[in-house]
């Protein structure tokens, strides 16, 4: 059979749904994908911002200097942070945004870092520990000289030894 001159060649309205069915079934997963790869991104920042503020804090104190009055002083980012040479201390909550920039206040703060230590017995190191938490404002208490923290999504804990020098 001969075309007449005026028909065209075509998709039915039926080829046309079923290759939208076929490209939305294959896209959705792609989209839902997308989604779990843009929090896993934003998870993974989080956990590397988070080490790099434990990091320079765990340096803080490891470098912190006995003072010829007795009590110790952290070093920057921690500066003016001081704690009793012979007794125990907790120190914090300490504010950090999420550029690390130190705060003055829990308010815009998206860290929150928490120091503890118990006078050595002697001849001992001392022992810090310290808890960093998100978001802020994340609360940290001590149970049996053990770290708890409740209202972040994520923490992590670190111990410095300081010997008396």
């Known amino acids: 059979m ?15 749904t079923l290759s939208i069915g076929i490209m939305a079934f294959t896209m959705i997963p792609l989209v839902a994908l997308l989604g779990g790869g843009l929090q896993a991104g934003r998870e993974a920042q989080e956990q590397n911002q988070s080490g790099r503020l434990m990091t320079l804090a ?21 500066s003016g942070l001081l704690w009793d040479g012979g007794a125990g201390f907790s120190g914090g ?11 003055a206040a829990a308010a815009n703060a998206h860290y929150v870092l928490y120091l503890r230590s118990e ?11 310290l808890v960093l938490a998100w978001p802020a404002p994340a609360v940290v208490t001590w149970e049996s000289g053990r770290a708890k923290v409740t209202g972040g999504a994520g923490h992590l804990q670190n ?7």
């Open 2 to 16: 001969r075309k007449s001159p005026t028909s065209r060649a075509a998709f039915s309205l039926v080829e046309v």
């Open 119 to 129: 006078a050595p017995a002697t001849g001992e190191m001392r022992r810090v520990a």
């Open 93 to 103: 909550p300490l504010y950090f945004d999420s550029e690390l920039r130190p705060m």
């Open 58 to 78: 765990a340096q803080s104190v490891a470098s912190a200097v006995l003072q010829s009055s007795g009590q110790w002083e952290a070093a920057d980012p921690l």
């Open 159 to 165: 111990v410095i030894h300081l010997s008396e020098r």
